[in-house]
């Protein structure tokens, strides 16, 4: 594997210009950057079949649209409901914006399901570029379906790789929660990135120069770990393109970016020995106020699981991260994936 060492280099706390919080970098809590593995495979799969497989159908929730539309048993693709939703599309809504104090309202939204592959064995990087290009507008799609829902204020897609980043299903399958709020994180975000544009008239992102962060780059987009990276080996897909919302992607570029990630998560899997890992897509609200597109990008954010949270990030919400971003990138760019396999 590839090798990058930063001898004697001190802690540095950086600041994360998009999110506004900070990271402390400190390299002595680690060992050698290239040594950082997962400890294990993520989620052992003995199972050869399961709800999501083809030919289960009937086992899970309802369907709401299959790729290729019309499909019968040669379906690649199938959105359906979440069976065990953490909102409720049955429940009235209510607005909580009008409300003070302690604000309890109904859980109402919709949590949905985007079954990657037929085949139970089948990961998201073993696809090719135009079928994760294919998962990818599938999630688009679905954004302008909920988009219809005048109270559904924001769309988290969201993927867990891995039952220590969440994953309760093996099948390879991504997440979306619909919801009628913008969480704060995503608030925050927003207003760090509209107060990067007031001091500077650039786009957080537009400006970012890659430099020593870089891994990769395509005809779209670039792949990066960021300066203030939270996790280890943290990788950023950012379109080369200002667009504020990731349901504006068409196809073209959606195979583009399927390339793209497939190749960083190949790269992830290689170096680091296929470890648990979460994938999220950080887009705006859908009711974003014009004058903020500007300033806001959307982006793919992927971050491995190689270390626990404690009591110290959890306090101040100062993540601690042992790899200087600069090494991981320099390590992520020297692995090299066969020809074959992408």
């Not at 280099?9 to 290239?34: G, M, T």
């Not at 099948?171 to 207003?191: F, N, Y």
């Amino acid at each position: 594997m590839a090798e990058a060492e930063t001898p004697n280099r001190s802690p540095e706390i950086r600041k994360d210009k998009i999110h506004n919080r900070w990271v402390l970098f400190s390299p002595a809590r680690s060992r050698r950057p290239s040594d950082f593995k997962a400890k294990s495979n993520p989620q052992p799969n003995n199972q050869t079949e399961c709800p999501f497989c083809a030919g289960h159908e009937h086992e899970c929730a309802p369907e709401i649209f299959r790729v290729p539309a019309g499909s019968t048993n040669d379906w690649k693709i199938r959105v359906i409901q979440n069976l065990y939703p953490a909102v409720s599309r049955e429940l009235d809504f209510q607005n909580p914006v009008s409300l003070v104090g302690d604000v309890a309202v109904s859980g109402f939204g919709f949590h949905d399901v985007v079954i990657e592959s037929p085949v139970h064995s089948v990961n998201l990087s073993d696809l090719s570029p135009a079928q994760v290009g294919e998962v990818l507008l599938a999630c688009k799609k679905r954004i302008e379906q909920l988009r219809s829902c005048d109270s559904i204020k924001y769309v988290q897609v969201f993927k867990n790789h891995g039952a220590s980043a969440g994953a309760s299903m093996s099948h390879s399958h991504s997440q979306m929660i619909a919801l009628p709020i913008v969480p704060p994180t995503v608030s925050a975000r927003l207003d760090s990135m509209m107060e990067y544009y007031k001091q500077t008239g650039k786009c957080s992102l537009c400006d970012i120069q890659p430099n020593e962060l870089l891994i990769a780059e395509s005809a779209h987009f670039i792949s990066l770990v960021p300066f203030a990276a939270t996790f280890a080996f943290e990788i950023w897909i950012i379109p080369r393109d200002h667009s504020s919302h990731f349901n504006e992607i068409d196809s073209e570029k959606a195979v583009d970016l399927g390339g793209l990630l497939k190749l960083m998560l190949l790269k992830m899997s290689l170096q680091l020995n296929n470890p648990p890992f979460n994938l999220l897509i950080h887009t705006s609200p859908f009711q974003d106020d014009p004058s903020n597109a500007p300033s806001t990008h959307w982006f793919l954010q992927i971050a491995p699981h190689l270390s626990g949270v404690g009591g110290f990030e959890i306090a101040t919400g100062c993540y601690i991260n042992p790899v200087f971003p600069e090494d991981a990138a320099k390590i992520l760019r020297d692995v090299r994936i066969s020809n074959n396999n992408i």
